[in-house]
């Protein structure tokens, strides 16, 4: 049989596209190389010829998207000599964070909002032995918090205002490209921050022909941290869609939002660091930002679950849902090719899961007549 070399994550394979060096110690779990998986009961349910696709980033080391930019900003932090990194999140990115720095034998300090983050990413801070402060504020507090603090501490920032974070997420982007052999025609994400879909829209714009030149000192979106200049791969873009949570979408009201809340815990937020790039993705691209209610997303997440096998946590359904919403009404027409990021794994947040099947569990006695029963009752 013959042998593949062993798969060592992101910076390993996309090496010449990445800001790093042939001596630099990279810090890595493995991340990357996730499942694109073609959906087939969804679309026939929902009666439209599209090739709609899910990249379930939720099989990452840490369960979400973020371990991405985490390989990165942890090795450039290492290898600058930073001693400890920082964040503020609303989960996933303090989950990756502390296994990173974990990784790397640096500390990481965490600010959660209190009472706002999913169960599952706030074990994953604690056991990877992060410091985690929990303030009584959002996420957008904690952001301005982390900000001032590393002005006057010798830590490193993580969150995705850090460049490097975007450079390891523009990886996905290559991925889906290498898998489909074109980008898709449209690309639809949760947007919290929008950092990850100005990062997919760095790696669309790097992999094809119609921006060659967009490597270049002057590119607003890579900083000049872009260390490709090679030629392209493919010829098409795709069209950048964003969906937030409806109590949650400063992006659909046009200005800054103080107080977001949604069910998707995940993009809790009111303050987008991303704001001007993000705008500039949907312009370049074509796109659209649009929202989605708690229920919408909900829906959708169980939806998936339950067609296609695949568990994604709540936020990341924003992109299913706004998506299916659009392939309905025609917004995106037939015969077109669509991915979906799932951004994080559905066992981040066992509570919503739950709380939303109830009636999913049968308790019965230990004795063969019950259980014949309920196998009868219940026969899809
Ligand atoms: N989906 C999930 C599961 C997330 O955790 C996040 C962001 C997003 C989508 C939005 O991505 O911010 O790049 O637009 N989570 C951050 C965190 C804020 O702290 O974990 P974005």
Request: proline content about 0%; some cysteine; hydrophobic content about 30%.
């Given at each position: 049989m013959p042998f593949r070399p062993r798969y060592t994550g992101l910076i390993d394979k996309y090496r010449d596209r990445l800001p790093v060096h042939d001596d630099t110690r990279i810090i890595s779990l493995g991340e990357g190389n996730t499942p694109l998986i073609r959906l087939n009961n969804i679309p026939r349910e929902i009666g439209k010829e599209v090739d709609i696709y899910v990249k379930y980033e939720g099989l990452n080391p840490t369960g979400s998207f973020k371990d991405r930019g985490m390989t990165m900003a942890v090795t450039k932090a290492v290898e600058?000599?930073?001693r400890a990194v920082i964040c503020a999140s609303t989960g996933n990115t303090s989950a990756a964070a502390a296994a990173y720095a974990a990784r790397a034998g640096i500390t990481a300090f965490v600010l959660i909002p209190e009472g706002k983050i999913a169960m599952g990413k706030l074990a994953q801070a604690m056991m990877h032995g992060s410091v985690v402060l929990q303030i009584r504020g959002n996420f957008d507090a904690g952001m301005r918090l982390v900000k001032e603090v590393a002005a006057e501490a010798p830590v490193t920032i993580v969150n995705s205002i850090n460049p490097?974070?975007?450079?390891?997420?523009?990886?996905a982007a290559f991925e889906i490209i290498e898998e489909l052999g074109r980008a898709p025609d449209y690309h639809c994400l949760p947007v919290g921050n929008a950092g990850n879909i100005t990062a997919h829209w760095i790696g669309y714009c790097e992999y094809s022909a119609a921006s060659g030149d967009h490597v270049t000192e002057a590119?607003?979106?890579?900083?000049?941290?872009c260390t490709y200049a090679?030629?392209?791969i493919v010829g098409n873009r795709p069209k950048m869609v964003g969906y937030q949570a409806a109590g949650s979408a400063p992006f659909m009201r046009g200005h800054m939002v103080d107080d977001p809340d949604t069910v998707a815990t995940a993009i809790r937020i009111g303050h987008p660091q991303s704001w001007d790039q993000a705008w500039k993705v949907r312009e370049e691209s074509g796109g659209w930002f649009d929202e989605c209610s708690d229920e919408e997303i909900l829906a959708a997440q169980k939806l998936l679950a339950r067609k296609e096998g695949v568990f994604c946590e709540p936020?990341?359904?924003?992109?299913?849902?706004?998506?299916?919403?659009?392939?309905k009404s025609g917004k995106i027409p037939e015969g077109s090719s669509v991915v979906c990021t799932l951004t994080g794994n559905g066992l981040k947040d066992p509570d919503t899961a739950i709380a939303q099947s109830q009636g999913g569990v049968v308790t019965i006695d230990a004795a063969l007549e019950p259980v014949k029963a309920a196998i009868l009752g219940n026969m899809k």
């Open positions: 600058e000599g930073s490097y974070r975007l450079q390891g997420q523009k990886t590119c607003s979106f890579c900083k000049g941290h090679g030629g392209a936020a990341s359904a924003a992109s299913l849902a706004g998506a299916l919403r659009d392939i």
